[in-house]
């Protein structure tokens, strides 16, 4: 059974997405923790109600990057996690993760990359006015969401698109393809082929 961690800053709703797809499907893996940087953030009463365990901190408690890096690099090894999944983790991943856990670290970008990286990026699409927005898995490198893209999907702004109504349809597509992907990815290792 493939073992992993979600990492989410926020509301959770992508670690929703994952873990209901999940169960739903008895896929052969389990997520074994959840990693939030904000001890107040919603994805922690997800994480319980779901029956995961997680763990909570506060970043300007440590000296630094390196230094909550390799606490979470403990816990990540304390619960078995072989993967990370990013699930709107708001933070770069430093050098003592991408160490740790090189070429297992994707993340979910609402962006048809290398288009939009960074913050912001339906805002930044929808105020550039484009015609196809989309998101885009992507293992996670040194870089701002320059990782090698592993999928992407389109979807074309309608002349009447709100960012209200983009924003919801880029949440849609998201839940439905992270889910995917994150199963493919597992179980292509889980069979020893090339990831």
Request: hydrophobic residues 45%.
């Amino acid at each position: 059974m493939k073992k992993f961690a979600v990492f989410a800053s926020g509301s959770g709703t992508n670690f929703e997405a994952i873990e209901r797809r999940m169960r739903e499907e008895n896929w052969d893996a389990e997520i074994v923790l959840v990693v939030c940087d904000k001890p107040d953030a919603k994805v922690l009463e997800r994480a319980e109600k779901a029956g995961i365990p997680s763990f909570a901190f506060q970043p300007k408690s440590f000296d630094n990057k390196a230094a909550f890096e390799q606490v979470i690099v403990e816990q990540l090894r304390l619960h078995g996690a072989e993967w990370i999944v990013l699930a709107g983790y708001m933070r770069l991943i430093g050098d003592t993760l991408l160490s740790a856990y090189r070429n297992k670290i994707i993340n979910i970008h609402p962006s048809l990359l290398p288009a939009f990286p960074g913050i912001d990026a339906v805002g930044q699409a929808y105020r550039a006015g484009v015609k196809v927005a989309g998101i885009t898995v992507h293992y996670v490198d040194e870089g701002m969401d320059t990782g090698p893209i592993i999928a992407q999907r389109a979807v074309e702004l309608e002349k009447s698109e709100t960012l209200a109504s983009l924003e919801e349809k880029i949440h849609k597509l998201e839940h439905e393809l992270y889910p995917e992907v994150i199963k493919e990815l597992l179980e292509l290792n889980g069979r020893g082929e090339k990831e």
